[in-house]
C-alpha cells in the first residue's frame, strides 16, 4: 500500500522512501500517475472525464467558463481541495516536471490557455530572465482608459458575480499550482499581473479574493513523499 510522508524541504535525502537524486523510485498513485500521463505529450493521457489536455485547451472560453473539474487536472497541488478526486501533487512528480522540459512547456500552454480566457496576454520566453510576461488585456477595444464608463478589459473576472468570485479563485489555485511546481517566476508574474489590473480598474476584487492569492503566492509549500 503507497503512503504519504509529509515534508516541506524537497531537497530531503533520500531515506528508503523517494526524494530528489533517490534512485529507488515507488509506483506513484494512480492518480497522480495520471496526471504525469496527461501532460504528457508523447502520451496524451486523459483527466477522469476522459478529456486530453489538447482537447481541453481547444476550448471556447465559454466551455472554459462553465465546465467544471477540469481544472484540477490542469493546475494541481498539494494538498486536498474541493474535488475529492482530483490529483495531488507529490514531490515525485514535482521533481519529474523538472527534469522533464516538455512538461513545463506543456504546464505553459495552459497558463497561456486560461490567461486568454481571462483575459490576458502572454508571452513566455524560456531562456530569458523574466519568462512569462504579462503584456495586459488581449482586447484593447475593450479596455480603454482605466475607470472609463463601459471599459471591460478583464470581464471573466473583474466583478462581483458568483463566476468573477469563482474564477477569482481559479486565479488563486493558477498560483499555487506553478509555485507548487516550483515555478515561482512565473506565479509571480501571474500574481502581479493580476494585482495590477485590479488596482487600474478601481480595486473590484473583494478583499476575500485578494487575501487568497496573496496566500496563495506567500504561504509556504508543502509535499508529500510517497512510500
Known amino acids: 500500500m503507497t503512503t504519504a510522508h509529509c515534508s516541506s524541504d524537497?531537497?530531503?535525502?533520500?531515506?528508503?522512501?523517494?526524494?530528489?537524486?533517490?534512485?529507488?523510485?515507488?509506483?506513484?498513485p494512480p492518480k497522480m500517475k495520471a496526471w504525469v500521463d496527461f501532460y504528457d505529450p508523447y502520451i496524451e493521457g486523459k483527466d477522469d472525464q476522459g478529456r486530453t489536455l489538447d482537447f481541453i485547451l481547444s476550448q471556447s472560453d465559454d466551455w472554459l467558463q462553465d465546465t467544471r473539474f477540469y481544472y484540477f487536472w490542469l493546475f494541481p497541488v498539494t494538498a486536498r481541495q474541493q474535488a475529492d478526486d482530483a490529483p495531488i501533487l507529490s514531490v515525485e512528480a514535482v521533481d519529474y516536471v523538472r527534469e522533464h522540459r516538455r512538461f513545463?512547456?506543456?504546464?505553459?500552454?495552459?497558463?497561456?490557455?486560461?490567461?486568454?480566457?481571462?483575459?490576458?496576454?502572454?508571452?513566455?520566453?524560456?531562456?530569458?530572465?523574466?519568462k512569462l510576461e504579462v503584456l495586459g488585456p488581449h482586447n484593447a477595444s475593450q479596455a480603454g482608459q482605466a475607470g472609463q464608463a463601459g471599459s471591460d478589459p478583464y470581464p471573466r473576472w473583474l466583478g462581483t458575480s458568483f463566476d468573477h468570485r469563482n474564477n477569482q479563485q481559479r486565479v488563486a489555485r493558477m498560483i499555487r499550482s506553478l509555485r507548487c511546481l516550483t515555478?515561482?517566476?512565473?506565479?509571480?508574474?501571474?500574481?502581479?499581473?493580476?494585482?495590477?489590473?485590479?488596482?487600474?480598474?478601481?480595486?473590484?476584487?473583494?478583499?476575500e479574493a485578494s487575501e487568497s492569492w496573496k496566500l496563495a503566492m506567500t504561504r509556504k509549500v508543502k509535499y508529500y513523499y510517497w512510500m
Open 183 to 207: 515555478m515561482e517566476d512565473e506565479a509571480r508574474a501571474i500574481y502581479d499581473s493580476f494585482n495590477e489590473a485590479n488596482d487600474m480598474y478601481g480595486n473590484i476584487v473583494s478583499d
Open 104 to 130: 513545463r512547456e506543456q504546464i505553459i500552454n495552459s497558463v497561456i490557455r486560461i490567461m486568454w480566457f481571462l483575459g490576458f496576454r502572454v508571452l513566455y520566453k524560456p531562456d530569458a530572465a523574466n
Open 10 to 28: 524537497v531537497t530531503k535525502p533520500c531515506d528508503g522512501g523517494w526524494a530528489p537524486n533517490c534512485t529507488i523510485r515507488p509506483v506513484a
